[in-house]
């Protein structure tokens, strides 16, 4: 069990809900608030499908220990976050 991996999902399980639940979007940094159309759905798109699942897989990773464990876990990361901003550029931006 590695205690840093731990802290570091429940910290990302934190920051999910504040951004995803209590839209405290001031928390995301590098965008132009005056660009999104809609604030809300941005912290549920970044809260729900960026920050929760990376902090459950992170997490996971802090209790379990599997072959290439790094490897997953940075092309997970890269995939949700090219799927996130993929959908955010999409959607979202005037």
Request: aromatic residues 12%.
């Amino acid at each position: 069990m590695e205690y840093g991996l731990l802290i570091i999902g429940i910290s990302l399980l934190v920051i999910s809900y504040l951004v995803g639940v209590k839209k405290q979007t001031w928390l995301l940094a590098g965008f132009n608030e005056k660009n999104i159309k809609n604030k809300s759905l941005l912290g549920v798109i970044t809260g729900a499908g960026f920050f929760l699942p990376l902090g459950l897989l992170v997490i996971f990773n802090g209790v379990f220990d599997y072959a290439n464990e790094g490897t997953v876990l940075a092309v997970v990361m890269l995939v949700l976050l090219l799927i996130v901003y993929i959908f955010i550029n999409k959607r979202l931006l005037d």
